[in-house]
Protein backbone atom coordinates (compact mmCIF):
# COMPACT_ATOMS: atom_id res chain seq x y z
CA UNK A 1 0.00 0.00 0.00
CA UNK A 2 1.32 3.21 -1.18
CA UNK A 3 2.01 5.66 1.98
CA UNK A 4 -0.28 8.77 2.02
CA UNK A 5 2.22 11.15 3.22
CA UNK A 6 4.29 10.48 0.13
CA UNK A 7 1.76 12.02 -2.15
CA UNK A 8 0.30 15.42 -1.91
CA UNK A 9 -3.76 15.43 -0.43
CA UNK A 10 -6.58 16.35 -2.94
CA UNK A 11 -6.96 19.58 -0.97
CA UNK A 12 -3.31 20.76 -2.26
CA UNK A 13 -4.22 22.20 -5.32
CA UNK A 14 -7.44 24.68 -3.59
CA UNK A 15 -5.43 25.52 -1.69
CA UNK A 16 -2.04 26.20 -4.26
CA UNK A 17 -5.05 27.90 -6.12
CA UNK A 18 -6.21 30.62 -2.93
CA UNK A 19 -1.93 31.36 -2.31
CA UNK A 20 -2.03 32.02 -6.32
CA UNK A 21 -5.04 34.52 -6.10
CA UNK A 22 -3.45 36.12 -2.54
CA UNK A 23 -0.21 36.64 -4.06
CA UNK A 24 -2.21 38.18 -7.29
CA UNK A 25 -4.26 40.77 -4.82
CA UNK A 26 -0.82 41.66 -2.93
CA UNK A 27 1.05 42.30 -5.85
CA UNK A 28 -1.48 44.82 -7.58
CA UNK A 29 -2.28 45.98 -3.98
CA UNK A 30 1.95 47.24 -4.12
CA UNK A 31 2.01 47.99 -7.58
CA UNK A 32 -0.94 50.69 -6.30
CA UNK A 33 1.03 52.01 -3.75
CA UNK A 34 4.20 52.82 -5.79
CA UNK A 35 2.09 54.42 -8.59
CA UNK A 36 0.27 56.46 -5.63
CA UNK A 37 3.62 57.39 -4.13
CA UNK A 38 5.49 58.49 -6.98
CA UNK A 39 1.95 60.29 -8.04
CA UNK A 40 2.53 62.61 -5.73
CA UNK A 41 5.95 64.18 -7.28
CA UNK A 42 8.87 64.90 -5.33
CA UNK A 43 11.42 63.28 -6.89
CA UNK A 44 14.74 64.26 -7.20
CA UNK A 45 17.75 63.26 -9.01
CA UNK A 46 20.96 64.20 -7.45
CA UNK A 47 24.00 65.09 -9.12
CA UNK A 48 27.50 64.91 -6.69
CA UNK A 49 29.05 67.79 -9.32
CA UNK A 50 28.13 70.95 -10.33
CA UNK A 51 26.32 72.03 -13.55
CA UNK A 52 27.73 71.73 -17.09
CA UNK A 53 29.64 68.38 -16.68
CA UNK A 54 29.02 65.05 -17.98
CA UNK A 55 27.40 63.70 -14.72
CA UNK A 56 25.21 66.96 -14.79
CA UNK A 57 24.51 66.46 -18.51
CA UNK A 58 24.29 62.97 -18.81
CA UNK A 59 21.54 63.13 -15.50
CA UNK A 60 19.45 66.06 -17.19
CA UNK A 61 18.67 63.57 -20.27
CA UNK A 62 17.88 60.87 -18.41
CA UNK A 63 15.17 63.11 -16.04
CA UNK A 64 13.47 64.11 -18.94
CA UNK A 65 13.11 60.65 -20.06
CA UNK A 66 12.76 58.78 -17.12
CA UNK A 67 9.79 59.72 -15.35
CA UNK A 68 7.35 58.21 -18.16
CA UNK A 69 8.47 54.82 -17.33
CA UNK A 70 8.04 55.15 -13.53
CA UNK A 71 4.84 54.60 -11.84
CA UNK A 72 2.32 57.40 -11.30
CA UNK A 73 5.34 59.25 -14.36
CA UNK A 74 5.98 62.07 -11.61
CA UNK A 75 7.61 65.52 -12.66
CA UNK A 76 11.67 65.03 -11.81
CA UNK A 77 13.62 67.52 -10.40
CA UNK A 78 17.60 67.51 -10.94
CA UNK A 79 19.81 68.91 -7.89
CA UNK A 80 23.42 69.74 -7.93
CA UNK A 81 25.29 68.91 -4.92
CA UNK A 82 28.93 69.46 -5.48
CA UNK A 83 31.85 69.22 -3.09
CA UNK A 84 34.84 67.28 -2.12
CA UNK A 85 34.64 64.91 -6.19
CA UNK A 86 31.23 63.62 -4.99
CA UNK A 87 31.75 62.82 -1.21
CA UNK A 88 29.36 65.55 0.37
CA UNK A 89 26.69 64.14 -1.70
CA UNK A 90 27.52 60.41 -1.25
CA UNK A 91 27.84 60.98 2.19
CA UNK A 92 24.58 62.51 2.08
CA UNK A 93 22.51 60.30 0.47
CA UNK A 94 23.95 57.67 2.83
CA UNK A 95 23.28 59.20 5.88
CA UNK A 96 20.53 61.84 5.77
CA UNK A 97 18.70 61.53 2.28
CA UNK A 98 14.74 60.29 2.39
CA UNK A 99 14.84 56.47 2.09
CA UNK A 100 11.65 56.18 0.60
CA UNK A 101 12.44 55.59 -2.86
CA UNK A 102 12.16 59.10 -3.40
CA UNK A 103 15.93 60.10 -4.51
CA UNK A 104 18.60 58.77 -6.56
CA UNK A 105 21.70 60.20 -6.17
CA UNK A 106 24.84 60.79 -9.81
CA UNK A 107 27.79 59.67 -8.26
CA UNK A 108 31.15 60.11 -9.50
CA UNK A 109 32.30 56.58 -10.18
CA UNK A 110 35.89 56.98 -8.40
CA UNK A 111 33.99 57.43 -5.37
CA UNK A 112 32.66 53.89 -5.57
CA UNK A 113 36.00 52.37 -4.29
CA UNK A 114 36.77 55.44 -1.39
CA UNK A 115 35.10 52.92 1.81
CA UNK A 116 37.10 49.89 0.04
CA UNK A 117 40.57 51.83 0.13
CA UNK A 118 40.79 53.07 3.79
CA UNK A 119 39.60 56.86 3.21
CA UNK A 120 38.01 58.08 6.16
CA UNK A 121 35.69 61.19 5.23
CA UNK A 122 33.64 58.08 3.36
CA UNK A 123 30.90 57.86 5.78
CA UNK A 124 29.24 55.15 3.66
CA UNK A 125 30.08 51.57 2.48
CA UNK A 126 28.68 51.43 -1.55
CA UNK A 127 27.60 47.88 -1.43
CA UNK A 128 24.54 49.09 1.01
CA UNK A 129 23.11 51.36 -1.61
CA UNK A 130 20.91 50.57 -4.05
CA UNK A 131 22.45 50.38 -7.42
CA UNK A 132 19.87 51.38 -9.62
CA UNK A 133 22.21 51.13 -12.81
CA UNK A 134 24.53 52.94 -15.06
CA UNK A 135 23.93 54.97 -18.03
CA UNK A 136 27.55 54.48 -20.14
CA UNK A 137 30.95 52.93 -19.30
CA UNK A 138 33.57 56.10 -19.44
CA UNK A 139 37.03 55.50 -21.58
CA UNK A 140 39.40 58.16 -19.52
CA UNK A 141 41.92 60.48 -21.45
CA UNK A 142 45.08 62.59 -21.04
CA UNK A 143 44.99 65.18 -22.67
CA UNK A 144 47.13 68.46 -24.02
CA UNK A 145 47.08 71.79 -25.59
CA UNK A 146 47.73 71.49 -29.42
CA UNK A 147 50.64 73.71 -29.02
CA UNK A 148 52.30 71.36 -26.18
CA UNK A 149 55.16 69.33 -26.85
CA UNK A 150 53.63 66.56 -24.43
CA UNK A 151 51.62 64.17 -27.15
CA UNK A 152 52.19 60.95 -25.95
CA UNK A 153 52.67 60.02 -22.27
CA UNK A 154 55.48 57.24 -23.46
CA UNK A 155 57.68 60.40 -24.03
CA UNK A 156 56.67 62.37 -20.45
CA UNK A 157 57.85 60.23 -18.20
CA UNK A 158 59.99 61.53 -15.82
CA UNK A 159 58.97 64.77 -17.46
CA UNK A 160 57.34 67.58 -15.09
CA UNK A 161 53.61 68.31 -16.31
CA UNK A 162 50.77 70.41 -14.20
CA UNK A 163 47.17 68.82 -14.41
CA UNK A 164 43.75 70.42 -13.48
CA UNK A 165 41.96 68.68 -11.25
CA UNK A 166 38.47 68.98 -9.17
CA UNK A 167 38.86 67.36 -5.98
CA UNK A 168 41.23 64.56 -3.98
CA UNK A 169 38.57 61.63 -4.73
CA UNK A 170 37.86 62.51 -8.68
CA UNK A 171 39.76 60.98 -11.50
CA UNK A 172 41.39 63.82 -12.77
CA UNK A 173 43.28 63.71 -9.49
CA UNK A 174 43.55 60.19 -8.48
CA UNK A 175 44.29 58.86 -12.47
CA UNK A 176 47.47 61.20 -12.27
CA UNK A 177 48.85 59.89 -8.65
CA UNK A 178 48.38 55.77 -9.99
CA UNK A 179 49.95 56.99 -13.37
CA UNK A 180 53.21 58.72 -11.63
CA UNK A 181 53.52 55.37 -9.51
CA UNK A 182 53.18 53.17 -12.06
CA UNK A 183 54.54 54.77 -15.49
CA UNK A 184 57.26 57.19 -13.63
CA UNK A 185 55.13 59.85 -15.16
CA UNK A 186 55.28 63.28 -13.02
CA UNK A 187 52.20 64.90 -13.02
CA UNK A 188 51.49 67.75 -10.30
CA UNK A 189 47.56 67.70 -9.71
CA UNK A 190 46.37 71.01 -9.39
CA UNK A 191 42.97 70.62 -7.30
CA UNK A 192 40.90 72.98 -6.55
CA UNK A 193 38.70 74.07 -10.26
CA UNK A 194 35.43 73.15 -10.91
CA UNK A 195 34.75 70.93 -13.87
CA UNK A 196 34.60 73.13 -16.23
CA UNK A 197 37.19 75.66 -14.46
CA UNK A 198 39.95 72.29 -14.64
CA UNK A 199 38.74 72.39 -19.11
CA UNK A 200 39.14 76.52 -18.87
CA UNK A 201 42.42 76.14 -17.28
CA UNK A 202 43.95 73.96 -20.14
CA UNK A 203 42.67 76.31 -22.68
CA UNK A 204 43.86 79.63 -20.83
CA UNK A 205 47.24 78.00 -20.06
CA UNK A 206 47.19 77.52 -16.68
CA UNK A 207 47.87 73.94 -16.44
CA UNK A 208 49.76 71.54 -18.90
CA UNK A 209 46.62 69.26 -19.40
CA UNK A 210 43.74 67.31 -18.10
CA UNK A 211 44.13 63.28 -16.87
CA UNK A 212 41.20 61.26 -16.47
CA UNK A 213 37.95 63.39 -18.04
CA UNK A 214 35.95 60.70 -19.74
CA UNK A 215 35.95 60.74 -23.98
CA UNK A 216 32.31 61.35 -24.12
CA UNK A 217 32.22 64.13 -21.33
CA UNK A 218 34.49 65.90 -23.46
CA UNK A 219 33.12 65.41 -26.85
CA UNK A 220 29.86 66.96 -25.28
CA UNK A 221 31.49 69.95 -23.28
CA UNK A 222 34.32 71.13 -26.19
CA UNK A 223 33.38 69.06 -29.69
CA UNK A 224 35.98 71.72 -30.88
CA UNK A 225 38.62 70.00 -28.71
CA UNK A 226 38.36 67.09 -31.82
CA UNK A 227 36.47 68.56 -34.55
CA UNK A 228 39.25 71.30 -35.01
CA UNK A 229 41.86 69.50 -33.41
CA UNK A 230 42.72 71.34 -30.26
CA UNK A 231 43.84 68.63 -28.30
CA UNK A 232 46.57 66.20 -28.28
CA UNK A 233 45.27 62.35 -26.70
CA UNK A 234 48.46 61.41 -25.07
CA UNK A 235 46.60 58.46 -23.14
CA UNK A 236 43.07 56.25 -23.20
CA UNK A 237 42.64 54.97 -20.25
CA UNK A 238 40.08 51.20 -19.45
CA UNK A 239 40.14 48.12 -19.49
CA UNK A 240 40.27 47.96 -23.41
CA UNK A 241 41.70 50.60 -26.05
CA UNK A 242 38.80 52.02 -28.13
CA UNK A 243 39.52 51.54 -31.72
CA UNK A 244 38.74 54.86 -32.51
CA UNK A 245 41.73 55.84 -30.60
CA UNK A 246 43.80 54.07 -32.20
CA UNK A 247 47.85 54.12 -32.21
CA UNK A 248 47.07 56.26 -28.88
CA UNK A 249 48.67 54.70 -25.72
CA UNK A 250 46.65 52.78 -23.05
CA UNK A 251 49.00 52.83 -19.50
CA UNK A 252 47.11 49.34 -19.27
CA UNK A 253 49.17 47.62 -22.17
CA UNK A 254 52.77 49.27 -21.17
CA UNK A 255 53.08 47.96 -17.50
CA UNK A 256 54.22 44.65 -15.81
CA UNK A 257 51.73 42.28 -14.03
CA UNK A 258 51.34 44.01 -10.87
CA UNK A 259 50.85 47.13 -11.56
CA UNK A 260 48.48 46.34 -14.42
CA UNK A 261 45.91 44.76 -11.70
CA UNK A 262 46.36 48.09 -10.31
CA UNK A 263 45.52 49.79 -13.27
CA UNK A 264 42.35 47.03 -13.83
CA UNK A 265 41.33 47.86 -10.33
CA UNK A 266 40.24 51.73 -11.29
CA UNK A 267 39.23 50.73 -14.43
CA UNK A 268 36.16 48.48 -13.38
CA UNK A 269 34.96 51.91 -12.12
CA UNK A 270 35.40 53.13 -15.35
CA UNK A 271 33.03 50.28 -16.58
CA UNK A 272 30.30 52.12 -14.15
CA UNK A 273 31.11 55.06 -15.58
CA UNK A 274 27.90 57.14 -14.77
CA UNK A 275 26.18 55.36 -11.92
CA UNK A 276 23.36 55.83 -10.30
CA UNK A 277 22.40 54.55 -7.00
CA UNK A 278 19.33 54.89 -4.46
CA UNK A 279 20.13 55.41 -0.60
CA UNK A 280 20.13 52.24 1.84
CA UNK A 281 16.83 50.90 3.00
CA UNK A 282 14.80 52.07 -0.04
CA UNK A 283 11.16 49.41 0.20
CA UNK A 284 11.84 46.18 -2.21
CA UNK A 285 8.73 46.89 -4.24
CA UNK A 286 9.87 50.90 -5.45
CA UNK A 287 13.69 49.59 -5.51
CA UNK A 288 12.19 47.73 -8.07
CA UNK A 289 10.42 50.32 -10.15
CA UNK A 290 13.65 52.45 -10.33
CA UNK A 291 15.49 49.76 -11.48
CA UNK A 292 12.67 48.94 -13.98
CA UNK A 293 11.97 52.52 -14.68
CA UNK A 294 16.03 52.57 -15.51
CA UNK A 295 16.29 50.11 -17.61
CA UNK A 296 12.87 51.29 -19.46
CA UNK A 297 15.12 54.53 -20.68
CA UNK A 298 17.78 52.62 -21.28
CA UNK A 299 15.81 50.90 -24.36
CA UNK A 300 14.07 54.30 -25.31
CA UNK A 301 14.89 55.80 -28.41
CA UNK A 302 14.19 59.11 -27.43
CA UNK A 303 16.43 59.26 -25.02
CA UNK A 304 19.39 57.38 -27.32
CA UNK A 305 18.23 59.92 -29.78
CA UNK A 306 19.31 62.95 -27.46
CA UNK A 307 21.95 61.15 -25.99
CA UNK A 308 23.09 60.89 -29.90
CA UNK A 309 22.53 64.58 -30.61
CA UNK A 310 24.81 65.36 -27.82
CA UNK A 311 27.42 62.98 -28.64
CA UNK A 312 27.27 61.02 -25.03
CA UNK A 313 28.25 57.95 -25.23
CA UNK A 314 25.21 54.71 -24.21
CA UNK A 315 26.64 51.29 -22.97
CA UNK A 316 24.22 51.05 -19.94
CA UNK A 317 23.94 48.65 -17.09
CA UNK A 318 21.39 46.99 -15.02
CA UNK A 319 21.35 47.32 -11.28
CA UNK A 320 22.64 44.22 -11.07
CA UNK A 321 24.77 44.13 -13.69
CA UNK A 322 26.55 46.94 -11.77
CA UNK A 323 26.31 45.43 -8.35
CA UNK A 324 28.50 42.29 -10.18
CA UNK A 325 30.95 44.96 -10.92
CA UNK A 326 30.95 46.13 -7.10
CA UNK A 327 31.47 42.88 -6.15
CA UNK A 328 34.58 42.33 -8.47
CA UNK A 329 36.17 45.33 -7.03
CA UNK A 330 35.64 44.08 -3.65
CA UNK A 331 37.01 40.46 -4.63
CA UNK A 332 40.59 42.13 -4.91
CA UNK A 333 42.89 40.77 -2.55
CA UNK A 334 44.32 43.17 0.05
CA UNK A 335 47.48 43.73 -1.01
CA UNK A 336 45.99 45.15 -4.05
CA UNK A 337 43.72 46.89 -2.49
CA UNK A 338 46.26 48.56 -0.01
CA UNK A 339 48.70 49.38 -3.26
CA UNK A 340 46.17 50.99 -4.22
CA UNK A 341 44.84 52.72 -1.17
CA UNK A 342 48.70 53.59 -0.88
CA UNK A 343 49.28 55.35 -3.95
CA UNK A 344 45.90 57.38 -3.20
CA UNK A 345 47.30 58.18 -0.13
CA UNK A 346 43.82 57.76 1.73
CA UNK A 347 44.47 54.31 3.10
CA UNK A 348 44.99 54.40 6.75
CA UNK A 349 46.06 50.91 8.29
CA UNK A 350 48.30 49.26 5.18
CA UNK A 351 51.69 48.40 5.89
CA UNK A 352 52.56 47.57 2.95
CA UNK A 353 56.18 48.79 0.89
CA UNK A 354 54.54 51.54 -1.46
CA UNK A 355 58.53 51.85 -2.90
CA UNK A 356 59.34 48.01 -3.71
CA UNK A 357 55.61 47.01 -4.94
CA UNK A 358 55.17 49.91 -7.56
CA UNK A 359 57.74 52.22 -8.40
CA UNK A 360 59.68 52.50 -11.59
CA UNK A 361 62.71 52.74 -10.66
CA UNK A 362 63.40 50.57 -7.45
CA UNK A 363 67.17 52.10 -6.64
CA UNK A 364 64.92 54.74 -5.35
CA UNK A 365 63.48 52.08 -2.71
CA UNK A 366 67.10 51.20 -1.39
CA UNK A 367 68.04 54.64 -0.11
CA UNK A 368 68.49 54.30 3.58
CA UNK A 369 68.19 57.18 6.28
CA UNK A 370 71.60 57.31 7.49
CA UNK A 371 71.40 56.58 11.82
CA UNK A 372 72.19 59.58 13.94
CA UNK A 373 75.18 59.43 15.22
CA UNK A 374 74.86 58.78 19.37
CA UNK A 375 76.73 61.67 21.48
CA UNK A 376 79.50 60.94 23.24
CA UNK A 377 78.64 61.10 26.84
Known sequence: MNNPSLYPSRRWPIAFAFLAVLCLVAGGAAAQSVEAFYKKGGFRMVVASG??????????????????????????????????????ATNWAYNSAP???????????????????????????????????????????????????YKDIRKIVGKAMTVSATGRTGNSATLPLILNQLMGTRFKVIMGYSTSGSRLALERGEVDGICGLGLSTLRASNPDWF??????????????????????????????PKEREVLEFNAILQEMGRPYVA????????????????DATMADKAFAGELGKLKLELSPLTGPEMAKWLDKLYAYSPEVVARVGEILGV???????????????????????????????
Open 227 to 256: TKKQVNVIAQIGLTSLDELKGVPNPIDLVG
Open 279 to 294: PPGVPADRMAALRAAF
Open 51 to 88: AGGGYDTYTRVLARHYGKHLPGHPNIVVQNMPGASGML
Open 347 to 377: ATKSKVDLCASVAKDTKQCAKKKKKKKKKKS
Open 99 to 149: RDGSRILATYSAILSAHLLGNDKAKFNVRKFGAVGSIAKSQLLCVTWHTSP
